[in-house]
């Protein structure tokens, strides 16, 4: 009798400890929950993280080539590319990264066509050449910067939609190429062959300051006297900057024709090639955001080709990228009197 005594407690309290199935899946469920919402929270911790880091690696550049400018009495910009690999400046990095260049005006104004200007064909239309440029070559010792993967730096497209009745060119957005072809390791120096029907046009954008470190949206030194041809098609003369990468004089402007084949000084705008080196538009503020992000969200596969679009029409992948960069992106401002880069809001 005294040991039944004792051992109903006992039973008692193992039934009491158990646990029903129901519970169980109870749980289980719970612990399901939670680490979908903890693995969620890591990814946005982490994207927002590369984000922020991109953003002040941007602002640290544009600090430092302010400083350049006080420093030296020069011109300076900093400009925006794709980053080249380690074996060839013709070859993409792979994954393709943003670099950031400062590079430091030569005093130089060239045109497309060194060394002499000559005429250029536009339908049935000859014309003077009309594009000139201001040679910029990086500055020695200040080294390149690589932003995170999937990071693009965009600026406003106050040029790109000239129809007057369209307005809001501000909400626009220019970026980075993302480039597709075929790169042979193999030779030396390796090569990159485009494919321009896959590859994903872009625009080289850029920030300018002058000797006494303020943002331009022009270089006031430039003095040029430009003569076009009495025509509807000539009209205007475009005077930009770029980036003399290669040292060879004059801006590079790759295999494209944009106008069925005919060599227009248009070209020297598209940046769709590793080697282009393309005129470059000053913008007043930019605006980094995650490229990767932009594309789970928008059908990237529309953003294929180089067609650069109408008047009113950009292209798709300005289009979705322009939407997510007024929502999502950082936005990087300058003060108006002093050129004093920092982070604005959107």
């Not at 039934?15 to 399901?32: D, H, K, P, Q, S």
């Not at 430009?226 to 801006?251: H, I, L, R, S």
Request: a neutral charge.
């Amino acid at each position: 009798m005294h040991s039944t005594r004792m051992s109903f407690p006992v039973r008692l309290l193992a039934r009491a400890r158990a646990f029903t199935l129901l519970e169980l899946l109870v749980v289980m469920g719970i612990m399901m929950i939670l680490a979908v919402l903890t693995a969620t929270s890591v990814s946005k911790v982490t994207r927002d993280a590369k984000l922020a880091n991109a953003t002040n690696g941007v602002v640290a550049s544009l600090g430092a080539a302010r400083a350049i400018a006080i420093r030296d009495n020069a011109y300076v910009m900093v400009t925006f590319r794709v980053a080249p690999s380690r074996q060839s400046r013709a070859v993409p990095r792979e994954p393709q990264v943003v670099q950031i260049v400062t590079a430091r005006w030569t005093g130089e104004v060239v045109t497309s066509n060194t060394p002499l200007p000559t005429p250029n064909t536009y339908g049935a239309a000859v014309m003077v050449d009309d594009v000139f440029a201001d040679r910029f070559v990086p500055v020695p010792g200040v080294p390149t910067r690589d932003l995170p993967s999937g990071v693009l730096v965009a600026g406003p497209a106050f040029g790109f939609v000239t129809d007057a009745t369209v307005g809001l060119n501000d909400r626009q957005w220019r970026t980075q190429p993302r480039f597709a072809g075929t790169a042979n390791l193999a030779v030396s120096p390796p090569t990159f062959t485009p494919d321009l029907a896959r590859t994903e046009l872009g625009w080289a954008i850029g920030v300018l300051f002058s000797p006494d470190g303020r943002v331009l949206s022009r270089n006031p030194e430039q003095v040029l006297e430009v003569v076009t041809a009495p025509t509807a098609e000539d009209q205007n003369a475009y005077v930009k900057a770029f980036v003399d990468y290669d040292g060879n004089g004059f801006p590079r402007r790759g295999t494209t024709s944009a106008y069925g084949g005919a060599p227009v000084n248009v070209d020297y705008f598209i940046y769709d090639e590793p080697l282009d080196e393309p005129l470059v538009d000053y913008v007043p503020y930019l605006a980094v955001f995650n490229d990767a992000e932009a594309r789970d969200r928008f059908n990237s596969s529309t953003w294929k080709g180089t067609a650069i679009g109408g008047n009113g029409s950009p292209p798709p992948r300005i289009r979705d990228q322009s939407l997510f960069i007024e929502e999502q992106a950082d936005r990087v401002t300058f003060n108006r009197y002093t050129g004093v880069p920092g982070i604005g809001t959107k």
